[in-house]
């Protein structure tokens, strides 16, 4: 069983920047890719971004270019490097490892951008 935590969120003005992290536990499967959700306040979830275990990437079209993806594949760490943030950045966001057998989430952490 995959267990995360994630951590780093808080409040951030316009343009600053923040990262957040996602530390994974467990039994981990051969193969898998971890993503990063969003919820806005009052909104979907929504997608956006993923790492594959191979280190290929993917980002939602209103992520990319500003938030960057990233593992540390020792410490079983995935990142959300968030740069430039806009109030439409403010939502929960939630870690998910997913593979063969595995669709594991944590608790979430908040991200405000606030003024």
């Known amino acids: 069983q995959v267990q995360l935590v994630e951590s780093g969120g808080g409040l951030v003005q316009p343009g600053e920047s923040l990262r957040i992290s996602c530390v994974a536990s467990g039994s981990m499967p051969s193969s898998y890719a971890t993503k990063w959700y969003r919820r806005p306040p009052g909104k979907e979830r929504e997608f956006v971004a993923l790492i594959t275990i191979g280190g290929n990437t993917h980002y939602a079209p209103s992520t990319e270019g500003r938030f960057t993806i990233s593992r540390d594949a020792g410490k079983r760490t995935v990142y959300l490097q968030m740069y430039n943030l806009k109030f439409e950045d403010t939502a929960t966001y939630y870690c998910?490892?997913?593979?063969?057998?595995?669709?594991?989430w944590g608790q979430g952490t908040q991200v405000t951008v606030s003024a």
């Open positions: 998910n490892l997913n593979g063969v057998g595995v669709d594991a």
